[in-house]
Every structure is written in C-alpha cells, then in structure tokens.
C-alpha cells in the first residue's frame, strides 16, 4: 500500500450545510442544532460543548431509523468514483471527521471507505439515550489518522488529507499533501493545494502529481 488519504465529511463530502443538520432536521431538534454549530463556528462553543446540545435530540431514535435518514444525506458528486481511483492506486481511501460515528459508518458502508472515525453516542436497549458516549475533536481526528496510518504501515508523509475547516488543520500539518476543497480561508491557508469543484474528482489531479 502506497499510502491512505483521509476525507473530511462536513463542507467536504456533505457539501451544503452538515451532516449534524440533515439529522436534526428529521430528528426534530433543528433549531437547537442549527444555533450549536454556528456557535462552533464563531468559537463560542467547543467542540464538545456543541456535541452535547447537539445529542440531546437523538433520545428515544433508534441506530436503524437514523440510518434511514441518512439515506437522504446531500452528497457530492464523484465520491464513489475518487474511491475507486484512490484504491486501484494503491491508497487506502479514510473517512476522518467530527461528524457523529453513525454519519461515517454510513459512508465507509455505501462507498468503500477502508475506516472512519467520529464521535459515539450512548445506545442503551436499543435506543439512543441523549448521551455523548466518546467524543472527539480536531485533535482527536488527527490522533485518529495516525493510528490509522500507523496500523497499516504508513508514514504520514506518504499520507492525503482532503478537507474544508479549521477542523482539519491539525491533520494538515501531519500529513505530506493537504487539499483544501471547497475551503474556507483557514483551511485554504493552511493547504499544500486549493481545489474548488462540484465533483470529488476534482482533487484526484492533486493527488496524481503527489504519487507520481
């Protein structure tokens, strides 16, 4: 294996809106969740602190009826086949993100995905509690990545990050290619390359020129 590349999921994958939203929406805590992650944004709340407002809604659902929801979940384009590409060259393709466990389960299932990592939430007798079982935050994402590259070999050097917030900066000072997609201005700073597109093929120039 050549190497892994780590997708974000929210701005990246999940290009209008995020994941959380999508799920809130039909989960009936839209506003609360809404207000937590603009609060996230502007550095008002942590991380944490917005993963437990934002949990509070899943009590009572079940892990069957959210997958569901997820059925619907805005994607980009091209997901499936950036997959493919980063597989047939010999790069194990990662889901790396702050989005709930659920959200990246359901991705690493649909197309391929060799990992994923997430938050957890508490599932007692079948059903979600309200409850933040493990969190994890930017830090823990990059943490994630390394372990991830450590376990299969790989030096983070000969590793790609694709991503569009601040939530990646620290996986972007790890690893040799850093792709800013779609990005806001922290991401795009702090980015070896800058992609704008409609597409998830769009990055895979980025990474052709980076394997040789």
């Known amino acids: 294996m050549r190497g892994a590349v780590f997708f974000d999921v929210d701005g990246?994958?999940?290009?209008?809106?995020s994941s959380g939203q999508h799920l809130a929406d039909r989960l009936g805590h839209a506003d609360a969740c809404r207000e937590a992650e603009a609060a996230?944004?502007?550095?008002?709340?942590?991380?944490q602190e917005a993963s437990v407002i934002d949990a509070r809604g899943w009590a009572g659902w079940t892990p069957v009826?959210?997958?569901?929801?997820?059925?619907?979940?805005p994607l980009v384009d091209g997901i499936a086949e950036t997959v493919a590409w980063c597989r047939a060259n010999d790069l194990l393709p990662v889901v790396a993100t702050l989005a709930w466990d659920p959200v990246g389960a359901f991705l690493r299932d649909r197309f391929g995905f060799a990992g994923n990592c997430g938050p957890r939430l508490e599932v007692v007798g079948g059903r979600y509690t309200g409850e933040v079982a493990?969190?994890?935050?930017?830090?823990?994402?990059?943490?994630f990545a390394k372990r991830f590259a450590t376990e299969?070999?790989?030096a983070m050097t000969r590793c790609a990050a694709v991503g569009d917030?601040?939530?990646?900066?620290?996986?972007?000072?790890?690893?040799?290619l850093a792709i800013?997609?779609?990005a806001q201005p922290a991401a795009r700073a702090a980015a070896h390359v800058s992609v704008v597109g409609d597409d998830l093929r769009a990055v895979v120039p980025a990474l052709i020129a980076y394997v040789g």
């Open 180 to 182: 800013a997609f779609n």
């Open 12 to 17: 990246t994958l999940v290009p209008d809106g």
């Open 65 to 73: 009826e959210v997958r569901g929801f997820l059925e619907t979940l």
């Open 40 to 47: 996230y944004d502007s550095g008002a709340l942590t991380n």
């Open 134 to 143: 493990e969190h994890i935050d930017e830090f823990g994402k990059r943490d």
């Open 165 to 176: 917030s601040r939530s990646d900066l620290p996986l972007f000072a790890e690893v040799g």
């Open 152 to 154: 299969n070999g790989l």
